[in-house]
């Protein structure tokens, strides 16, 4: 069972339903992997109906992908995997009881955030000006019409479900930084800087999943 | 029965508080577990209007009560409410909410304001359902099929896709909350082998909600996004495929039949032991049989798909799947039979639901065999012989332990007992009812009625005439219940803390329970179903 060392019955963040502080971070953390696991099942369904769509129809989805910036894509990506380093190091901070860095950290971790959802309106505002948006107004050459809606279709839904998760990640991340302002986290208690830390990570490697599968297709060499 | 001294407690989790706001923002899992109580009876009512309505229109072959446009809404939305909205929270939202931490000895679930907000979840999700249905009904059938929901169809989809997408996330919760509260949340002593088969089937039940909620969530967001935006999933105009819809649908909602009947199995491996005073005979092999069903579960979706255009060989594959789940089936129903057998059997009123479960999901398994036969699936396509089936499971199978649970666990909700006698009379008024209901649809179904008509030919008229007097009594049945539990409530006798002589962690706290569960953390240190001794011995 869990270790007496541990023990801490008064602690102001321990909640009623808990013995000890170990007993709660330990659930808090099993909670937020089991979260994720219904994450991946969520995006799953959209990778699979990717997945066929792609196989059936391989140079639309390539003629379509070419039409996507990957320019803004790549800087994106690089981006998001520094606000991935931000916040492993805000948890590391955390860790050690450093407030201040922490809330340095957090911050820098919600502009990186905050700029990859700004790149990525630029681009939805180009596929809106392009007419690349699914629908009756939906242009493409001829040849490929079709199917592209289904890539663009596709490309929308993900990434949007993507960019609403980097929204949830920017609310989880002011909330933290309360947090950490008000003091409440301390290197016996930093439980809630290290599960949003696990969401940050698990929203970033969908994005590490996305950009190729979208942004990369027909792209390798002759 | 034991003698154990019969009281009320001053302090319960009842009057810990009084107002709608002690209710309305309350954290503990009992009370939010009497909340969905509340909430899913009220939508199985509404459910259960509709299924009056549909066979009111059965009992003559001329479509002349409603029309075909009328009726086609009747059926989606009978299978809508009771589907999301009854059956998946049925046993896990309410009797689990309320016994999962108690059976296990902890104070609460791991995450209670997460469990609070799963129930407002569950009430917006149900909202916008009851909003769809006021604004004029939907008429897509419970399934969404596409391209029908995207394209054609005039009616509701919208409000009613998204009401079944909320509710999605209200089950994920109440899961996750499960799953965390079993792994972490146990007393000394409750190892994984004496946790009580119930506490086993509401973790394999959590398993497919967190695993399978999430793929329909998306599903119906796809739906509502292609039919609300003009974007393109399953467009065949585009390229798209409808089939693409059928796979991603099934493979969330075939193990939902899971989450329907695995708590109700639970349920009954609880009433078998206490009421024939004996372990329940195979007990590791009942606990993994939950599991195997759940995992089983996930891989015999195309099974609904014969003959959508599947091609041979995954019929094939999916044919044996299917087949297989019949065997941690069989594994439970021989358990408990053989648990029954010498055993001191006492006829109370939830040992005959668990008796009526055992016989009617023996019935709806073995014709679930019939379904799994590519050959014999074709022919019974869309006909009565499904819905009779499925209604076997469903309300044979779920309803029957739901039944049997709430009113095994009743003295302890509520810390009164409920009349005896009624009890009983109404168990086998729902009983009779049922298979007069249902045993005709399976002879209708195999002479070629087909499902979701309202009209039919004359020479089906008598057997339909006798589902729909099922009904009728079937109805009176749900309706003694629930008058005499409300009843009992104030009027009943007290029940003590133990009115079953079981052996269950729940039995060693007052009825109703304080608001902590325990006045201390249980100890565990007796075999779980241990009838050797009575629960005070093991207790002292």
Redesign the interface.
Known sequence: ?LPDAVHHPHHPAL?????SLA?QS??AT??MW??L???V??????F??YT??RG??PEAFAAASHELDVTLGAINTAVLITSSLTMALAVHAAQLGQRKLLMILLVLTMALGASFLGIKSVEYYQKFAEHHV???SFQFEKEYV??A??FF??Y??MTGLHALHMVIGLGIMLVMLGLAWRGTITPEYYTPIEISGLYWHFVDIVWIFLFPLLYLLGRHGP | MPSSKVFMPPRHYLNDGYGIKSWLLTRDHKRIGLLYLAAITLFFFVGGAFAVLIRLELATPAGDLVSDETYNKLFTMHGVMMVFFFLIPSIPATLGNFLVPIMIGAKDLAFPKLNLASWYIYIIGGAFTLYALVAGGVDTGWTFYTPFSTVSSTTNVIPTALGVFITGFSSILTGLNFIVTIHRMRAPGMTWFRMPLFIWSMYATSLIFVLGTPVIAITIALVAVERLFHFGFFDPRLGGDPVLFQHLFWFYSHPAVYIMVLPSMGVVSELVAAFCRKQVFGYSFVAFASLAIAVLGFLVWGHHMFVAGQSVYSALVFSILSFLVAIPSAVKVFNWTATMYRGSISWQTPMLYAIGFIGLFTIGGLTGLFLAAVGLDVHVTDTYFIIAHFHYIMVGGTLMGYLGGLHYWWPKISGRLYPEFLAKLSAGIIFLGFNLTFFPQFVLGYLGMPRRYHAYPPEFQVLNVLSSAGASILGVGYLIPMIYLMWSLRYGRLAGSNPWGAVGLEWTTTSPPPTENFAETPVVTWDVYDYSAPLEDHVA
């Not at chain 1, 099942?41 to 959209?46: E, M």
């Open positions: 069972m909640a009623h339903q808990f013995d007993q330990e659930a099993l909670g089991v979260f696991v219904t994450e099942l969520f995006f799953g369904g959209l699979c109906t066929i769509y059936w129809y699914p629908g009756p079709r199917h809606q289904i279709s596709l929308f839904m």
